[in-house]
């Protein structure tokens, strides 16, 4: 059995506001391997988001371990930290973040060009992320001459432009319809059948019923973990 890419132990989180503190993570000890596809539930103010944030280096734990591909995330310098993030993890959001002035490939670079990558190769991984995804005939679009399921393509081509170990989508489908829920949730799955590991954070059944691990979070600690069907969307 491989290592595990993600793992966490005895995680906690503590926010403090002067003599307030509040514990959000109340220790989490967590195992996911590479090629995993994995859904984090929880309703709003469980922890999930936190262990979103501790997971893809957003944030760092009051204690604990964690070690992402078998490096210490918590003896990371804010540096390294931003290194990790740009290099290791992909992320896509509910909020698409893309610049609206400039067009899909522009946009899908992004994490190359903050990795020095030359502009040639930029282009051509860029262009190549966006192939992947069915957007290739709109890469000189900007994001406001596409619908909002385009917009998340866009998004996830830019999570995988750098081949990162982790995909990390974070309520991806929450402003989209239906259809292109459906249409983001397939190109995951796509995505996890070609061997990306893939964490999925979300409040809904029906979409966290996509991955083939559910880890419900509740008050800050885990309650299920279980593995599912990873039925696919209609």
Not at 111 to 123: F, I, K, M, W
Not at 214 to 232: F, H, M
């Amino acid at each position: 059995m491989s290592a595990p890419l993600i793992d966490l132990v005895g995680v906690r989180k503590t926010y403090r506001n002067g003599s307030l503190s509040v514990d959000a993570l109340r220790g989490i000890t967590l195992q996911i391997r590479p090629g995993e596809y994995t859904a984090i539930m929880g309703p709003s103010g469980s922890g999930k988001s936190t262990l979103m944030h501790i997971v893809g280096c957003l944030d760092v734990a009051t204690s604990g371990s964690y070690h992402l591909a078998g490096e210490n995330v918590g003896e990371m310098s804010e540096v390294e930290l931003a290194q990790v993030r740009n290099r290791r993890v992909g992320f896509v959001f509910q909020q698409f973040n893309l610049l609206p002035s400039q067009s899909a490939w522009r946009n899908v670079e992004l994490p190359l060009l903050y990795a020095g990558v030359g502009r040639d190769e930029r282009r051509r991984r860029a262009l190549a992320a966006l192939d992947r995804v069915g957007l290739g005939d709109r890469a000189e679009h900007r994001p406001g001459e596409l619908s909002g399921g385009q917009q998340q393509r866009v998004a996830v081509a830019r999570a995988v432009v750098t081949e990162p170990a982790l995909i990390l989508a974070d309520e991806p489908t929450g402003n989209l319809d239906s259809t292109a829920t459906a249409d983001v949730l397939a190109l995951l799955r796509d995505l996890h059948d070609g061997g990306s590991t893939i964490v999925l954070i979300t409040h809904e059944a029906e979409v966290g019923a996509q991955a083939t691990r559910r880890v419900v979070v509740r008050d800050g600690g885990i309650v299920a973990d279980e593995a599912t069907a990873g039925v696919r969307a209609p």
